[in-house]
């Protein structure tokens, strides 16, 4: 998994703050998906994107965050005004294929 | 009920043991079936991959998917203390877009 790029590996930001989580999927993968992970509790999905395309949202939560896959770039999500409960470590994933997915290293955020 | 439950342990073996790691799933619709192996602090790293029932063999490493009973299952042989991790289920369908459904983890501890 070390292909996949995400950055930064740890992010403190107040309440209130905005957070940006940046994804760079493995080369030649067009495909990524966001999953966010809280202490002792698997993974949960949050959005799957495409190149400009956003396939898959239902996982997001309606308010606040956001996610985008430029045509050039990292994909970026974007959570505003975060609030504690954001807290958690959010993985990016990109996609070999259709169904074979590997996982950057994530980035922990810490709402203080 | 959750879509895919997993024993969250810990499991605790000596090293050398055959260990057997197990997920039960509610949804029928599932037709792709992984482990992952997470280490404390990092991100998932794909063990396995599997479609529908059957056994497949990597090293130390069996992955098994009997879809009739819903029931999937890995086995390590001759544990190692490196083997000390989390392992997560994950299944997948064309259906749902492909997007992963993951067990909540269980953790194993192989003792030197």
């Known amino acids: 998994n070390a292909g996949v790029m995400q950055n930064p590996r740890h992010l403190v930001r107040r309440r209130g703050q905005e957070a940006r989580l940046r994804c760079s999927p493995m080369k030649g993968h067009s495909h990524v998906y966001w999953y966010r992970q809280l202490p002792e509790e698997g993974l949960k999905f949050m959005v799957y994107?495409?190149?400009?395309?956003?396939?898959?949202e239902s996982g997001m939560p309606k308010e606040r965050f956001s996610a985008e896959f430029p045509k050039e770039g990292p994909s970026i999500l974007r959570i505003q005004q975060v609030v504690r409960g954001d807290s958690a470590a959010y993985f990016c994933?990109?996609?070999?294929?259709?169904?074979?997915?590997?996982f950057g290293q994530g980035t922990r955020l810490t709402v203080v | 009920q959750k879509e895919v439950e997993q024993d969250p342990g810990p499991l605790s073996v000596p090293e050398g043991a055959i260990v057997s790691l197990n997920c039960t799933y509610s949804n029928s619709a599932f037709q792709y079936f992984m482990w992952y192996r997470q280490y404390s602090r990092k991100g998932p790293e794909l063990l396995m991959y599997?479609?529908?029932?059957g056994n497949k063999e990597d090293g130390r490493f069996t992955a098994q998917v009997d879809k009739s009973s819903k029931y999937i299952s890995l086995f390590i042989r001759d544990s190692q203390p490196s083997d000390s991790a989390t392992y997560l289920c994950?299944?997948?369908?064309?259906?749902?877009?492909?997007?992963?459904?993951f067990g909540a983890g269980t953790i194993l501890r192989v003792k030197s």
């Open positions: 994950a299944m997948s369908a064309l259906i749902y877009g492909n997007k992963l459904v």
């Open positions: 994933a990109s996609i070999r294929g259709s169904t074979e997915a590997f």
């Open positions: 994107l495409q190149k400009e395309n956003i396939i898959d």
């Open positions: 599997t479609y529908s029932s």
